[in-house]
């Protein structure tokens, strides 16, 4: 499967923000997908999840300012961020696991996202 991840780019704090990952041609059903984000020199760390059910999962760090959302049609995840603050700069990386393929997680590219005044 192909991660097509699109958006990021830069704000400055208080403005929005939105990412989309697309799953090219997945050979099996998405469970989970999800974003993930990473500083340099820092662990990667959960932003939030969504299941094929469309419950999710986020954070504490981004909770009330930042909602996932899926469709499933288009195996497609979103991210929309509102309120970003310099220390939500990251790369931050789509994420997506299956049902026939349990462990094994897949990764986009990672699109950077800049938040400064």
């Known amino acids: 499967v192909q991660l097509v991840e699109s958006g990021g780019g830069s704000a400055q704090p208080g403005e929005s923000l939105s990412l989309s990952c697309a799953a090219r041609?997945?050979?099996?059903?998405?469970?989970?997908m999800g974003w993930y984000r990473q500083i340099p020199g820092k662990k990667r760390e959960l932003v939030a999840t969504?299941?094929?059910?469309?419950?999710?999962n986020y954070a504490e760090s981004v909770k009330g300012r930042f909602t996932i959302s899926r469709d499933n049609d288009k195996n497609t995840v979103y991210l929309q961020m509102n309120g970003l603050k310099p220390e939500d700069t990251a790369l931050y990386y789509c994420?997506?696991?299956?049902?026939?393929?349990?462990?094994?997680?897949?990764w986009g590219q990672g699109t950077q996202v800049t938040i400064s005044s």
């Open positions: 041609e997945p050979r099996f059903a998405i469970e989970l």
């Open positions: 994420y997506l696991t299956f049902f026939l393929r349990p462990g094994r997680d897949y």
């Open positions: 969504i299941n094929l059910g469309r419950t999710t």
